[in-house]
Protein backbone atom coordinates (compact mmCIF):
# COMPACT_ATOMS: atom_id res chain seq x y z
CA UNK A 1 0.00 0.00 0.00
CA UNK A 2 1.29 3.56 -0.77
CA UNK A 3 -0.74 6.27 -0.06
CA UNK A 4 0.11 9.51 -2.39
CA UNK A 5 -1.33 12.42 -0.35
CA UNK A 6 -4.19 12.62 2.05
CA UNK A 7 -6.30 15.82 1.82
CA UNK A 8 -9.27 17.39 2.56
CA UNK A 9 -11.36 19.46 -0.40
CA UNK A 10 -14.67 21.29 -0.57
CA UNK A 11 -17.34 19.90 -2.68
CA UNK A 12 -16.63 22.48 -5.74
CA UNK A 13 -12.98 20.81 -5.68
CA UNK A 14 -11.31 24.00 -3.36
CA UNK A 15 -8.00 22.29 -1.84
CA UNK A 16 -8.20 23.03 1.78
CA UNK A 17 -5.71 20.84 3.30
CA UNK A 18 -3.21 18.35 1.28
CA UNK A 19 0.13 15.90 2.94
CA UNK A 20 2.15 14.59 0.03
CA UNK A 21 3.99 11.28 1.50
CA UNK A 22 5.96 10.73 -1.51
CA UNK A 23 7.97 12.90 -3.74
CA UNK A 24 5.76 14.62 -6.61
CA UNK A 25 5.50 17.66 -7.82
CA UNK A 26 2.88 20.89 -6.50
CA UNK A 27 1.49 20.68 -10.08
CA UNK A 28 0.28 17.05 -10.37
CA UNK A 29 -1.21 16.96 -6.89
CA UNK A 30 -2.69 19.96 -7.96
CA UNK A 31 -4.03 18.44 -10.89
CA UNK A 32 -5.27 15.11 -9.48
CA UNK A 33 -7.13 17.06 -7.00
CA UNK A 34 -8.35 19.38 -9.56
CA UNK A 35 -9.67 16.52 -11.47
CA UNK A 36 -11.70 14.69 -8.40
CA UNK A 37 -14.92 16.33 -8.16
CA UNK A 38 -15.04 16.13 -11.82
CA UNK A 39 -15.14 11.81 -11.47
CA UNK A 40 -17.43 11.73 -8.47
CA UNK A 41 -21.11 10.45 -9.44
CA UNK A 42 -24.36 11.72 -8.54
CA UNK A 43 -26.23 8.67 -6.79
CA UNK A 44 -23.08 6.64 -6.17
CA UNK A 45 -22.47 4.87 -3.02
CA UNK A 46 -18.95 4.08 -4.35
CA UNK A 47 -16.33 5.26 -1.84
CA UNK A 48 -13.24 5.33 -4.31
CA UNK A 49 -12.71 6.45 -7.93
CA UNK A 50 -10.33 4.86 -10.38
CA UNK A 51 -8.68 6.53 -12.90
CA UNK A 52 -6.10 4.95 -14.62
CA UNK A 53 -3.05 6.00 -12.48
CA UNK A 54 -4.18 6.48 -9.06
CA UNK A 55 -6.83 5.77 -6.88
CA UNK A 56 -9.25 8.55 -5.13
CA UNK A 57 -10.34 6.63 -1.32
CA UNK A 58 -12.81 9.31 -0.11
CA UNK A 59 -15.25 10.14 2.77
CA UNK A 60 -17.70 13.08 3.18
CA UNK A 61 -17.59 15.29 6.01
CA UNK A 62 -20.07 17.38 6.14
CA UNK A 63 -19.68 19.83 2.94
CA UNK A 64 -16.45 18.42 2.41
CA UNK A 65 -14.37 15.00 1.71
CA UNK A 66 -11.59 13.79 3.41
CA UNK A 67 -9.71 12.03 0.39
CA UNK A 68 -6.59 9.73 0.16
CA UNK A 69 -4.48 9.59 -3.36
CA UNK A 70 -3.36 5.91 -4.14
CA UNK A 71 -1.55 4.39 -6.60
CA UNK A 72 -3.68 1.35 -7.88
CA UNK A 73 -1.46 -1.72 -6.67
CA UNK A 74 -2.62 -0.56 -2.67
CA UNK A 75 -4.45 -2.64 -1.06
CA UNK A 76 -8.16 -0.63 -0.88
CA UNK A 77 -9.04 -2.58 2.59
CA UNK A 78 -6.07 -1.17 4.08
CA UNK A 79 -7.05 2.62 2.94
CA UNK A 80 -10.03 1.92 3.57
CA UNK A 81 -9.19 1.78 7.60
CA UNK A 82 -6.52 4.43 6.88
CA UNK A 83 -9.49 6.16 5.69
CA UNK A 84 -11.55 5.44 9.00
CA UNK A 85 -8.56 6.27 11.56
CA UNK A 86 -8.06 9.75 9.68
CA UNK A 87 -12.03 10.57 9.99
CA UNK A 88 -11.86 9.93 13.38
CA UNK A 89 -8.40 12.57 13.66
CA UNK A 90 -10.03 15.59 11.86
CA UNK A 91 -13.28 16.68 14.64
CA UNK A 92 -10.30 16.08 17.34
CA UNK A 93 -8.24 18.75 16.16
CA UNK A 94 -11.14 21.24 14.48
CA UNK A 95 -13.64 22.87 16.38
CA UNK A 96 -16.15 23.36 13.38
CA UNK A 97 -16.48 21.14 10.43
CA UNK A 98 -16.36 23.55 7.97
CA UNK A 99 -14.07 25.42 5.71
CA UNK A 100 -13.03 28.41 8.01
CA UNK A 101 -12.42 25.67 11.16
CA UNK A 102 -10.46 23.24 8.93
CA UNK A 103 -8.14 26.19 7.43
CA UNK A 104 -7.39 27.04 11.17
CA UNK A 105 -6.58 23.93 12.18
CA UNK A 106 -4.57 23.02 9.33
CA UNK A 107 -0.87 22.55 10.63
CA UNK A 108 -2.32 20.53 13.26
CA UNK A 109 -3.86 18.38 10.79
CA UNK A 110 -0.90 17.73 8.48
CA UNK A 111 0.84 16.64 12.18
CA UNK A 112 -1.77 14.80 12.72
CA UNK A 113 -1.51 12.89 9.45
CA UNK A 114 2.32 12.75 9.61
CA UNK A 115 1.44 10.38 12.54
CA UNK A 116 -0.96 7.83 10.66
CA UNK A 117 1.01 7.68 7.68
CA UNK A 118 4.87 7.58 6.93
CA UNK A 119 6.26 7.38 4.03
CA UNK A 120 3.30 6.35 2.47
CA UNK A 121 2.69 3.34 4.82
CA UNK A 122 0.24 3.24 7.52
CA UNK A 123 1.71 3.15 10.99
CA UNK A 124 0.04 0.71 13.46
CA UNK A 125 -1.10 3.51 16.56
CA UNK A 126 -4.86 4.64 17.89
CA UNK A 127 -5.89 7.84 18.22
CA UNK A 128 -5.18 8.19 21.91
CA UNK A 129 -1.76 7.31 20.75
CA UNK A 130 -2.01 10.38 18.07
CA UNK A 131 -3.12 12.79 20.32
CA UNK A 132 -0.51 12.27 23.32
CA UNK A 133 2.50 12.13 20.19
CA UNK A 134 1.86 15.18 19.09
CA UNK A 135 0.98 17.15 22.71
CA UNK A 136 4.55 15.95 23.76
CA UNK A 137 6.28 19.00 25.16
CA UNK A 138 10.12 19.63 24.52
CA UNK A 139 12.08 21.11 27.66
CA UNK A 140 14.08 23.08 25.46
CA UNK A 141 11.04 24.34 23.80
CA UNK A 142 10.00 25.49 27.40
CA UNK A 143 13.58 26.39 28.88
CA UNK A 144 13.51 28.74 25.44
CA UNK A 145 10.68 30.65 26.22
CA UNK A 146 10.83 31.31 29.39
CA UNK A 147 14.56 32.72 29.03
CA UNK A 148 12.77 34.95 26.08
CA UNK A 149 10.11 35.95 28.37
CA UNK A 150 12.73 37.26 31.10
CA UNK A 151 14.73 38.79 28.82
CA UNK A 152 11.77 40.95 27.54
CA UNK A 153 10.59 41.61 30.92
CA UNK A 154 13.99 43.17 31.76
CA UNK A 155 14.01 45.21 28.19
CA UNK A 156 10.83 46.30 29.28
CA UNK A 157 12.21 47.26 33.10
CA UNK A 158 15.11 48.95 31.65
CA UNK A 159 13.31 50.44 29.30
CA UNK A 160 10.95 51.81 32.02
CA UNK A 161 13.76 53.45 34.37
CA UNK A 162 15.58 55.00 30.96
CA UNK A 163 12.18 56.16 30.31
CA UNK A 164 12.13 57.88 34.23
CA UNK A 165 15.82 59.54 34.10
CA UNK A 166 15.00 61.49 30.50
CA UNK A 167 11.58 62.70 31.95
CA UNK A 168 13.41 63.63 35.51
CA UNK A 169 16.08 65.51 33.23
CA UNK A 170 13.39 67.70 31.25
CA UNK A 171 12.07 68.82 35.12
CA UNK A 172 15.37 69.56 35.87
CA UNK A 173 16.38 71.59 32.79
CA UNK A 174 12.90 73.37 33.01
CA UNK A 175 13.53 74.01 36.53
CA UNK A 176 16.99 75.80 35.24
CA UNK A 177 15.16 77.83 32.34
CA UNK A 178 12.18 79.01 34.54
CA UNK A 179 15.09 80.31 37.44
CA UNK A 180 16.84 81.86 35.14
CA UNK A 181 13.59 84.00 33.22
CA UNK A 182 12.82 85.32 36.64
CA UNK A 183 15.84 85.86 37.73
CA UNK A 184 16.09 88.32 34.41
CA UNK A 185 12.85 90.41 35.56
CA UNK A 186 12.32 93.41 37.37
CA UNK A 187 14.27 95.80 39.08
CA UNK A 188 17.93 95.78 40.41
CA UNK A 189 16.21 95.03 43.90
CA UNK A 190 14.96 91.73 42.70
CA UNK A 191 18.70 90.78 41.09
CA UNK A 192 20.76 91.77 44.33
CA UNK A 193 17.82 89.47 45.79
CA UNK A 194 18.13 86.50 43.59
CA UNK A 195 22.16 87.24 43.56
CA UNK A 196 22.55 87.07 47.57
CA UNK A 197 20.79 82.99 47.38
CA UNK A 198 21.73 80.09 46.17
CA UNK A 199 18.51 78.33 44.36
CA UNK A 200 18.38 74.63 44.49
CA UNK A 201 17.94 72.97 41.23
CA UNK A 202 16.81 69.47 43.01
CA UNK A 203 14.28 71.23 45.51
CA UNK A 204 10.38 71.06 44.75
CA UNK A 205 9.47 73.90 46.85
CA UNK A 206 7.44 76.70 45.44
CA UNK A 207 5.38 80.08 45.73
CA UNK A 208 1.28 80.24 45.80
CA UNK A 209 -0.80 77.19 44.38
CA UNK A 210 1.28 76.37 40.95
CA UNK A 211 0.35 80.03 39.45
CA UNK A 212 3.70 81.20 39.59
CA UNK A 213 4.08 84.99 41.82
CA UNK A 214 3.85 88.55 40.46
CA UNK A 215 6.10 91.20 41.21
CA UNK A 216 4.05 93.18 44.23
CA UNK A 217 3.57 91.85 47.56
CA UNK A 218 5.37 87.98 46.77
CA UNK A 219 8.53 89.59 45.76
CA UNK A 220 8.88 91.75 48.68
CA UNK A 221 8.26 88.81 50.95
CA UNK A 222 10.69 87.08 49.16
CA UNK A 223 13.64 89.94 49.25
CA UNK A 224 12.48 90.65 53.08
CA UNK A 225 14.26 86.93 54.10
CA UNK A 226 17.24 86.93 55.79
CA UNK A 227 20.32 86.14 53.58
CA UNK A 228 21.88 82.91 53.65
CA UNK A 229 19.17 81.24 54.13
CA UNK A 230 18.51 78.48 51.16
CA UNK A 231 15.33 79.13 49.71
CA UNK A 232 13.05 76.48 47.66
CA UNK A 233 13.34 76.19 44.04
CA UNK A 234 11.54 79.27 42.35
CA UNK A 235 8.76 76.56 40.24
CA UNK A 236 5.55 75.88 41.17
CA UNK A 237 4.92 72.24 42.12
CA UNK A 238 2.36 70.20 39.97
CA UNK A 239 -1.25 69.88 41.44
CA UNK A 240 -1.68 67.10 43.18
CA UNK A 241 2.28 66.12 44.47
CA UNK A 242 2.73 68.67 47.37
CA UNK A 243 6.29 69.94 48.20
CA UNK A 244 8.92 67.08 46.62
CA UNK A 245 12.46 67.13 48.93
CA UNK A 246 15.15 66.00 47.10
CA UNK A 247 17.42 63.01 48.16
CA UNK A 248 20.78 63.78 49.58
CA UNK A 249 24.13 62.32 48.32
CA UNK A 250 24.01 60.49 52.04
CA UNK A 251 20.32 59.09 51.65
CA UNK A 252 21.29 57.34 48.20
CA UNK A 253 24.66 56.39 49.54
CA UNK A 254 22.36 54.36 52.62
CA UNK A 255 20.54 53.45 50.06
CA UNK A 256 22.74 51.68 47.90
CA UNK A 257 24.61 50.37 51.05
CA UNK A 258 21.01 48.14 51.82
CA UNK A 259 20.89 47.27 48.32
CA UNK A 260 24.10 45.82 48.27
CA UNK A 261 23.37 43.81 51.23
CA UNK A 262 20.37 42.59 49.49
CA UNK A 263 17.34 44.69 50.90
CA UNK A 264 14.69 45.49 48.90
CA UNK A 265 14.61 48.76 48.17
CA UNK A 266 11.09 50.47 46.86
CA UNK A 267 10.82 53.25 45.29
CA UNK A 268 8.09 56.06 46.21
CA UNK A 269 6.89 56.73 42.49
CA UNK A 270 3.60 57.22 41.76
CA UNK A 271 2.46 55.34 38.32
CA UNK A 272 0.59 57.48 35.74
CA UNK A 273 -2.80 56.56 34.52
CA UNK A 274 -1.85 55.96 31.19
CA UNK A 275 0.40 53.13 32.80
CA UNK A 276 -2.24 51.86 35.05
CA UNK A 277 -5.06 51.59 32.63
CA UNK A 278 -2.37 50.10 29.71
CA UNK A 279 -1.17 47.42 32.58
CA UNK A 280 -5.24 46.60 32.89
CA UNK A 281 -5.33 46.16 29.12
CA UNK A 282 -2.65 43.88 29.25
CA UNK A 283 -4.03 41.04 31.63
CA UNK A 284 -7.85 41.50 30.03
CA UNK A 285 -7.89 40.81 26.32
CA UNK A 286 -10.97 38.57 25.51
CA UNK A 287 -14.26 39.18 26.19
CA UNK A 288 -14.81 36.47 28.45
CA UNK A 289 -11.80 35.37 30.75
CA UNK A 290 -11.68 32.31 33.56
CA UNK A 291 -9.25 32.19 35.89
CA UNK A 292 -8.31 28.58 37.77
CA UNK A 293 -6.33 29.53 40.68
CA UNK A 294 -5.31 26.44 43.26
CA UNK A 295 -3.04 27.88 46.66
CA UNK A 296 -1.06 25.36 48.07
CA UNK A 297 -0.22 25.02 51.55
CA UNK A 298 2.10 21.82 53.14
CA UNK A 299 4.44 21.48 56.12
CA UNK A 300 7.07 18.80 55.31
CA UNK A 301 9.15 17.47 58.42
CA UNK A 302 13.33 17.57 58.28
CA UNK A 303 13.56 13.67 59.34
CA UNK A 304 10.73 12.68 56.85
CA UNK A 305 7.27 12.90 56.59
CA UNK A 306 4.02 15.22 56.33
CA UNK A 307 2.21 17.30 59.01
CA UNK A 308 0.43 19.25 56.65
CA UNK A 309 -1.14 19.08 52.77
CA UNK A 310 -3.82 21.61 52.20
CA UNK A 311 -5.20 22.50 48.79
CA UNK A 312 -7.52 25.69 47.88
CA UNK A 313 -8.82 26.57 44.83
CA UNK A 314 -11.29 29.11 43.12
CA UNK A 315 -12.81 29.48 39.39
CA UNK A 316 -12.96 33.36 38.76
CA UNK A 317 -15.16 34.67 35.65
CA UNK A 318 -13.84 38.31 34.57
CA UNK A 319 -15.92 39.73 31.95
CA UNK A 320 -15.48 42.87 29.36
CA UNK A 321 -18.68 43.78 28.20
CA UNK A 322 -22.03 43.93 29.70
CA UNK A 323 -23.21 42.55 26.20
CA UNK A 324 -21.48 38.95 27.30
CA UNK A 325 -22.76 38.75 30.66
CA UNK A 326 -25.67 36.45 30.30
CA UNK A 327 -23.95 33.08 29.82
CA UNK A 328 -23.56 29.61 31.41
CA UNK A 329 -20.11 28.32 32.02
CA UNK A 330 -20.01 24.08 31.56
CA UNK A 331 -16.85 22.92 33.15
CA UNK A 332 -15.43 19.39 33.44
CA UNK A 333 -13.31 18.37 36.40
CA UNK A 334 -10.72 15.47 37.06
CA UNK A 335 -13.03 13.33 38.86
CA UNK A 336 -10.63 13.25 41.91
CA UNK A 337 -13.07 12.10 45.38
CA UNK A 338 -10.83 14.28 47.62
CA UNK A 339 -11.70 17.09 45.96
CA UNK A 340 -14.70 18.87 47.55
CA UNK A 341 -16.54 21.80 45.70
CA UNK A 342 -18.78 24.47 47.11
CA UNK A 343 -20.60 26.87 44.60
CA UNK A 344 -21.19 30.52 44.97
CA UNK A 345 -24.24 31.40 46.83
CA UNK A 346 -26.07 32.56 43.79
CA UNK A 347 -25.54 29.79 41.47
CA UNK A 348 -27.52 27.20 40.20
CA UNK A 349 -26.60 24.38 42.85
CA UNK A 350 -28.59 22.15 40.85
CA UNK A 351 -27.33 23.07 37.41
CA UNK A 352 -23.83 22.56 38.95
CA UNK A 353 -24.25 18.98 40.07
CA UNK A 354 -26.59 17.26 37.34
CA UNK A 355 -24.78 18.96 34.22
CA UNK A 356 -21.33 20.82 35.49
CA UNK A 357 -22.70 24.04 34.00
CA UNK A 358 -22.19 26.89 36.02
CA UNK A 359 -25.22 29.68 35.88
CA UNK A 360 -26.67 32.03 37.95
CA UNK A 361 -29.74 30.96 39.59
CA UNK A 362 -31.89 33.51 38.08
CA UNK A 363 -31.14 32.87 34.43
CA UNK A 364 -32.72 36.90 33.55
CA UNK A 365 -29.70 38.07 35.18
CA UNK A 366 -26.12 38.43 33.54
CA UNK A 367 -23.00 38.55 35.54
CA UNK A 368 -21.53 41.52 36.68
CA UNK A 369 -18.64 42.86 34.18
CA UNK A 370 -15.24 43.65 36.19
CA UNK A 371 -13.40 46.94 36.82
CA UNK A 372 -10.24 47.88 36.07
CA UNK A 373 -7.83 45.84 38.41
CA UNK A 374 -10.83 43.32 39.77
CA UNK A 375 -10.05 40.21 40.31
CA UNK A 376 -13.34 39.20 39.26
CA UNK A 377 -16.26 37.05 40.44
CA UNK A 378 -15.36 33.68 41.98
CA UNK A 379 -18.05 31.16 40.73
CA UNK A 380 -16.65 27.72 42.40
CA UNK A 381 -14.29 27.10 45.40
CA UNK A 382 -12.78 23.89 46.55
CA UNK A 383 -10.45 21.94 48.53
CA UNK A 384 -8.47 19.00 48.71
CA UNK A 385 -6.44 18.12 52.04
CA UNK A 386 -4.47 14.55 51.94
CA UNK A 387 -2.28 12.32 54.20
CA UNK A 388 -0.71 10.69 51.07
CA UNK A 389 2.61 11.59 50.73
CA UNK A 390 2.79 10.92 46.90
CA UNK A 391 0.75 13.93 46.69
CA UNK A 392 3.44 16.49 47.79
CA UNK A 393 5.09 18.00 44.41
CA UNK A 394 8.33 18.62 45.79
CA UNK A 395 10.36 17.17 48.45
CA UNK A 396 13.66 18.54 50.42
CA UNK A 397 15.72 16.80 52.47
CA UNK A 398 18.80 18.45 54.13
CA UNK A 399 21.98 16.80 55.47
CA UNK A 400 24.09 19.16 57.59
CA UNK A 401 26.74 17.89 59.32
CA UNK A 402 30.22 18.91 60.76
CA UNK A 403 33.72 18.31 59.88
CA UNK A 404 36.39 20.62 62.24
CA UNK A 405 35.53 24.10 62.21
CA UNK A 406 32.71 23.90 59.30
CA UNK A 407 30.04 22.58 58.66
CA UNK A 408 28.90 20.81 55.37
CA UNK A 409 25.30 21.24 54.24
CA UNK A 410 23.64 18.72 51.15
CA UNK A 411 20.19 19.87 49.78
CA UNK A 412 18.49 17.54 47.86
CA UNK A 413 15.58 18.16 45.97
CA UNK A 414 12.86 15.22 44.88
CA UNK A 415 10.03 16.55 42.20
CA UNK A 416 7.01 14.25 41.27
CA UNK A 417 5.93 13.27 37.46
CA UNK A 418 2.11 15.17 38.00
CA UNK A 419 3.82 18.69 37.22
CA UNK A 420 6.13 20.78 35.62
CA UNK A 421 7.19 23.65 38.53
CA UNK A 422 8.49 27.10 37.15
CA UNK A 423 10.43 29.15 38.99
CA UNK A 424 11.14 27.59 41.39
CA UNK A 425 12.93 28.92 44.68
CA UNK A 426 13.82 27.13 47.92
CA UNK A 427 14.93 29.46 50.57
CA UNK A 428 17.73 27.98 53.57
CA UNK A 429 18.07 30.22 56.56
CA UNK A 430 22.01 30.30 57.76
CA UNK A 431 23.53 31.35 61.09
CA UNK A 432 24.83 35.15 60.73
CA UNK A 433 27.60 34.97 58.15
CA UNK A 434 30.37 37.69 57.76
CA UNK A 435 30.86 36.88 54.26
CA UNK A 436 28.65 34.61 51.31
CA UNK A 437 28.89 30.92 52.28
CA UNK A 438 31.22 28.50 49.84
CA UNK A 439 29.10 26.89 47.29
CA UNK A 440 30.76 23.66 45.63
CA UNK A 441 28.23 22.54 43.59
CA UNK A 442 24.65 23.42 42.48
CA UNK A 443 22.10 21.97 40.09
CA UNK A 444 20.90 25.84 39.33
CA UNK A 445 21.67 29.24 40.54
CA UNK A 446 22.17 30.48 44.07
CA UNK A 447 21.93 33.97 45.64
CA UNK A 448 22.89 35.23 49.61
CA UNK A 449 20.90 37.60 50.93
CA UNK A 450 23.73 38.72 53.60
CA UNK A 451 21.12 41.39 55.30
CA UNK A 452 18.32 38.26 56.18
CA UNK A 453 21.30 35.66 55.98
CA UNK A 454 19.19 33.12 53.68
CA UNK A 455 20.67 31.43 50.77
CA UNK A 456 18.28 31.41 47.70
CA UNK A 457 18.65 28.16 45.52
CA UNK A 458 16.82 29.01 41.87
CA UNK A 459 15.89 26.56 39.54
CA UNK A 460 13.96 27.75 36.31
CA UNK A 461 12.18 24.68 35.21
CA UNK A 462 11.91 21.30 36.96
CA UNK A 463 10.24 18.90 34.57
CA UNK A 464 10.86 15.31 33.31
CA UNK A 465 14.77 16.11 32.36
CA UNK A 466 15.86 17.60 35.84
CA UNK A 467 13.21 15.68 38.35
CA UNK A 468 16.00 15.50 41.03
CA UNK A 469 18.88 17.53 41.90
CA UNK A 470 21.27 18.55 44.91
CA UNK A 471 23.09 21.28 46.24
CA UNK A 472 26.06 21.62 48.47
CA UNK A 473 27.78 24.94 50.60
CA UNK A 474 29.94 25.16 53.55
CA UNK A 475 29.60 27.38 56.47
CA UNK A 476 31.14 27.79 59.90
CA UNK A 477 30.43 25.37 62.36
CA UNK A 478 27.22 26.11 64.12
CA UNK A 479 23.36 24.63 65.07
CA UNK A 480 22.25 22.57 62.77
CA UNK A 481 18.41 23.58 63.57
CA UNK A 482 19.58 27.18 62.10
CA UNK A 483 19.13 25.68 58.70
CA UNK A 484 15.22 25.18 59.58
CA UNK A 485 12.32 26.03 58.29
CA UNK A 486 13.17 26.35 54.70
CA UNK A 487 10.80 27.73 52.40
CA UNK A 488 9.88 26.80 48.64
CA UNK A 489 8.20 29.20 46.00
CA UNK A 490 7.06 28.18 42.97
CA UNK A 491 4.21 27.72 40.52
CA UNK A 492 2.90 25.42 37.85
CA UNK A 493 0.42 25.70 34.76
CA UNK A 494 -1.47 22.87 35.81
CA UNK A 495 -3.78 21.48 39.03
CA UNK A 496 -4.48 18.72 41.56
CA UNK A 497 -8.68 19.58 40.46
CA UNK A 498 -7.34 19.61 36.78
CA UNK A 499 -10.72 21.52 35.91
CA UNK A 500 -10.91 22.64 32.97
CA UNK A 501 -13.74 25.37 30.85
CA UNK A 502 -15.33 23.60 28.20
CA UNK A 503 -17.71 25.72 26.71
CA UNK A 504 -19.40 29.46 27.00
CA UNK A 505 -23.19 28.96 27.01
CA UNK A 506 -25.09 32.13 25.55
CA UNK A 507 -28.61 32.33 26.74
CA UNK A 508 -29.51 35.09 24.60
CA UNK A 509 -28.91 32.49 21.49
CA UNK A 510 -26.23 33.61 18.82
CA UNK A 511 -22.58 32.82 18.95
CA UNK A 512 -20.83 32.23 22.52
CA UNK A 513 -18.49 35.04 22.97
CA UNK A 514 -14.55 34.37 22.67
CA UNK A 515 -13.18 33.26 26.09
CA UNK A 516 -9.47 32.20 27.27
CA UNK A 517 -8.71 29.90 30.65
CA UNK A 518 -5.77 30.53 32.92
CA UNK A 519 -4.79 27.61 35.66
CA UNK A 520 -1.99 28.08 37.58
CA UNK A 521 -1.14 26.62 40.72
CA UNK A 522 1.28 28.59 43.06
CA UNK A 523 2.39 28.13 46.84
CA UNK A 524 1.24 30.12 49.70
CA UNK A 525 3.12 28.61 52.62
CA UNK A 526 5.44 25.43 51.66
CA UNK A 527 8.12 24.77 54.67
CA UNK A 528 10.03 22.36 55.71
CA UNK A 529 10.15 22.25 59.20
Given at each position: ?????????????????????????????????????????????H?????????????????????????????????????????????????????????????????????????????????????????????????????L???????????????S???????????????G???????????S????????????????S????????????????P??????????????L????????????????????????????????????????????????????????????????????????Q????????????????????????????????????????????????????F???????????????????????????????????????????????????????????????????????????????????R??????????????????????????????????????????????????????????????????????????????
Amino acid sequence: MVVLAASIVSKNGKVLVSRQFVDMSRIRIEGLLAAFPKLIGSGKQHTYVETENVRYVYQPIESMYLLLVTNKQSNILEDLDTLRLLSKLVPEYTMSLDEEGICQTAFELIFAFDEVISLGHKENITVAQVKQYCEMESHEEKLHKLVLQNKIDETKRRMKEEASKIDQMKIEKNRGNKGGFMSSMGSGRIESSFSDMSISSGGGGGFGSGSGFGLTSDVDSFSSKPKGRQPSSATAPPKGLGMKLGKTQRTNQFLESLKAEGEMIVEDVQPSKSTQYTSAAQKLTDPVTLTAEEKLNVTLKRDGGMSNFDVQGQLSLQILNQDDGLIQVQIETGGNPSVIFKTHPNVNKELFANENILGLRDPSRPFPTCQTGDAGVGLLKWRMQSVDESMVPLTINCWPSESGNETYVSIEYEASSMFDLRNVVIAVPLPALREAPNVRQIDGEWKYDARNSILEWSILLIDNSNRSGSMEFVVPSGDSSAFFPISVRFSATSTYSELKVVNILPLKGGAPPKFSQRTQLITENYQVV
